[in-house]
């Protein structure tokens, strides 16, 4: 099955200031990744303002220009994402830090210019095949990895030393889970770590 | 120990336990969420809560503060704003990472790893409570010399020189940055800084990383700040009238404006939206507003369009469209570019376009120096000065396309006398037109103007007298007697016809507008100043050659307008 896609972008003008010419046709001509365009794109911002979200629970993955809402439509696309499970990425050019939940439902905050990026496409394309394990791929593309056994070992850590035996359960249960995500076995976090760091 | 231990429950909770200052830092859905969000100004906010009339003598940070993604070292981050937020009262304090990760190692992921090789940062991958204490009395006791844990000014320098901050890269983003910490600044300089307008980007300054960075860099002193004396722009007559177009006008630069010019009448368009129009409705609608407000001075923004910022051509940049269409509305408006840009190119294309003047809003904040904003204020004080200099040009312009149309409208036949008369008057005000495009650039400017518009005038003394047999002067095909005036306070007397006498300039003049045009009362003021002008012609071209001054210029093209208004053969 594959994953829907809504991109709204009220200023298209962003895209060319980041992609080339080329990148932007490849990124409209995504099958699954709805651009709405024009007035299209304002009927959005509008469902979205007036808080109508009946169209936006068919997509699996929402990215929008956070400047082209309002403040409480932001808040009420976060209640619907976490409702329907949908993952959530605001852009704006005020960004400076990304910012990145995972507690109740994958949100994602960045700068525009990560998100428009030449990982963007290849990103979506995962993306929209399932095969996507977190949003902060489209950020880190291949350090993803690396982002997963740093808090491994961030997790351990806690975990070695911790008393309290029912928190030490917990960790160990998060620890499992993370471990999970990058589908390998992982002998020694550090070693593993080591590696990656001595390739960038 | 005197610590503070900074976390998101992300370290074991022995070592937490064990800290008597803490700060849990945390962002959840709720923050991020908001409208306004951004992570500096909610590190600004925990950071000012925790450390704001505290005292501690090391901050203990891990590299990360989120459990969701520990790429984001937000720790780093944070301890940024530790040692760039003079309010926190803890720049100089000593900071220790917390972490497994080598320094050479976090380096490779982050753009502020030169941070941690700076003065007074350590770094541990230690979690014990013990090791921790050990690593603290260390720090202060012993990794200076003399015993001091707080950095000295050498030493926060090498940290401001080895650490580099970059701003956000969206074009329009950045655009956003350069003009907030240019509006900062000159709010500071000009002493507005209490004014109310300016809390939002004050605020903003206040919290953001990139922006304390920025004061550190460039501290502004009060003695670099600008006596309001010195901001003084004097003019004579009614108050001039400027419009500034900017779309960041609502930002705070309209607001510096009407401290500025408080003495002007100022417009700006605060509720135009910029960034949703074409290039024709941004031109339609500030040339109907120039039009309609009779503006004097425009203070024009280099890039108004979000398009502004790809085109590929100079030319198609909207200001230089706009500064090309207010020239050929009227040549006389004063503009001067009001810009962060620094480019010579643009500079070069600006003053092609016909740019009467170009400020530099706060330069580029890469190649600032702490006198450049300062430089700007003078810049712009000079500029206006010297536009309003010359703000009779635009009366002089208005004149000057009245003259032609009256011109124009006149009634003559083919290849008579009088239409070659026409033709040459057409060609001279297109002659006088271009030395008005000069005035102001040269020192003899007024007086090549002031000598072809005399010129003009001593064409219809050539055109229109014709002396009979027996010398006596008549006027024009309806040959009305030429009369002899003289100027008595500010009427004229006349005393008989002309005959066999010198027809001066000044007697031809008046014999036309009265006589022959019949377009001024023997009553009115004018005729002195038609004496004045005769005179001082003759002066300069007999006696002293003083460079004739503007009011003559506006003086003697309402003649020419009052000449031509009712011309006949």
């Not at chain 1, 700068?111 to 902060?136: C, E, H, P």
């Not at chain 2, 610590?3 to 959840?28: E, R, V, Y």
């Not at chain 2, 300062?374 to 500029?383: H, N, R, T």
């Not at chain 2, 090549?448 to 518009?453: D, E, P």
Request: aromatic share 10%.
């Amino acid at each position: 099955m594959t994953n829907k896609i809504l991109l709204i972008e009220d200023r298209p003008g962003r895209q060319a200031q980041f992609l080339s010419d080329q990148e932007i046709i490849n990124l409209h001509n995504l099958e699954f990744v709805e651009i709405p365009l024009k007035d299209k794109c304002i009927e959005w911002i509008v469902y979205i303002n007036s808080h109508e979200f009946e169209n936006i629970e068919e997509y699996d993955l929402i990215i929008v220009h956070k400047s082209s809402l309002k403040s409480d439509s932001i808040k009420s696309l976060g209640l619907v994402c976490k409702k329907t499970n949908a993952k959530l990425i605001l852009f704006s050019g005020g960004l400076s830090q990304v910012t990145y939940q995972s507690k109740d439902f994958q949100c994602l905050s960045i700068n525009s210019s990560v998100l428009y990026t030449d990982k963007l496409i290849g990103f979506l394309k995962t993306y929209s095949n399932g095969k996507t394990a977190s949003l902060l791929e489209l950020v880190y593309g291949e350090k993803w990895k690396l982002e997963i056994l740093l808090r491994c070992r961030q997790i351990q850590t806690r975990c070695d030393a911790e008393s309290n035996i029912e928190l030490k359960i917990k960790l160990e249960d998060e620890l499992s889970i993370l471990k999970q995500s990058i589908e390998n076995e992982v002998q020694n976090i550090d070693n593993e770590i080591n590696k990656i760091f001595l390739s960038l | 120990m005197n610590a503070l231990l900074i976390h998101n429950d992300n370290l074991p909770t022995a070592l937490i336990s064990n800290f008597k200052n803490t700060l849990k830092f945390n962002i959840g859905y709720a923050q991020t969420l908001e409208f306004d969000f951004t992570f500096d100004k909610e590190a600004h906010n925990q950071l000012n809560d925790a450390l704001g009339n505290k005292s501690f003598d090391t901050i203990f940070i891990p590299y990360s503060l989120s459990v969701n993604n520990y790429l984001e070292l937000s720790g780093l981050r944070l301890a940024l704003h530790i040692r760039l937020t003079n309010e926190f009262g803890h720049k100089n304090t000593p900071i220790v990472f917390l972490g497994h990760e080598t320094k050479e190692q976090i380096t490779k992921i982050s753009d502020y790893g030169s941070f941690l090789f700076s003065p007074g940062i350590f770094n541990t991958s230690k979690f014990e409570y013990h090791h921790l204490e050990e690593q603290h009395n260390w720090v202060i006791n012993n990794w200076k010399e003399n015993s001091e844990s707080l950095l000295n000014k050498r030493e926060y320098d090498l940290f401001l020189s080895r650490t580099t901050i970059k701003p956000a890269t969206s074009h329009l983003s950045n655009h956003s940055l350069v003009n907030e910490w240019a509006i900062y600044q000159w709010a500071k300089l000009i002493n507005s800084e209490d004014n109310n307008c300016f809390h939002q980007i004050f605020s903003k300054i206040d919290t953001d990383l990139y922006f304390n960075y920025l004061k550190a860099l460039h501290p502004i002193s009060r003695q670099n700040v600008i006596d309001r004396k010195d901001l003084e722009i004097r003019f004579s007559g009614e108050a001039p009238k400027v419009l500034l177009i900017d779309d960041e006008s609502d930002k705070g630069w309209a607001d510096l404006f009407v401290d500025i010019f408080e003495e002007f009448y100022f417009y700006d368009i605060p509720s135009y939206d910029f960034k949703n129009k074409s290039l024709n409705e941004l031109l339609k609608f500030c040339l109907n507003n120039i039009e309609e407000l009779k503006i004097d001075l425009v203070i024009l923004d280099f890039r108004l369009l979000p398009q502004d910022h790809i085109v590929n051509k100079l030319e198609e940049i909207s200001s230089i469209k706009l500064l090309k269409a207010i020239k050929l509305y009227n040549p006389g408006i004063q503009v001067v570019v009001f810009s962060a840009t620094d480019k010579v190119w643009n500079l070069n294309a600006l003053q092609r376009a016909g740019a009467d003047g170009f400020v530099n809003k706060g330069a580029s904040i890469e190649l600032q120096n702490k006198y450049s904003v300062k430089k700007s204020i003078e810049s712009l004080v000079e500029q206006v000065q010297e536009s309003m200099s010359l703000r009779y040009l635009k009366t002089i312009f208005t004149l000057l396309y009245k003259i032609k149309n009256n011109i124009n409208s006149c009634e003559y036949e083919d290849d008579s006398s009088f239409h070659g008369f026409i033709i040459e008057l057409k060609e001279h005000v297109g002659l006088i037109e271009e030395l008005g495009r000069n005035l102001g650039k040269s020192p003899k400017s007024t007086d090549f103007m002031f000598l072809a518009c005399f010129h003009f005038l001593e064409k219809f003394k050539n055109q229109y007298f014709i002396q009979d047999r027996r010398k006596q002067v008549f006027i024009g095909l309806e040959r009305v007697d030429c009369k002899m005036y003289r100027l008595s306070g500010d009427t004229i007397t006349k005393s008989g016809k002309l005959i066999d006498q010198h027809n001066s300039w000044f007697n031809a003049i008046v014999n036309l507008l009265v006589d022959y045009f019949e377009v001024l009362p023997t009553t009115h003021s004018e005729f002195r100043i038609i004496d004045k002008l005769a005179k001082l012609r003759n002066n300069y071209i007999h006696e002293d050659m003083q460079s004739i001054e503007s009011e003559n210029i506006v003086h003697i093209v309402e003649l020419m307008d009052l000449v031509t208004t009712k011309m006949k053969e």
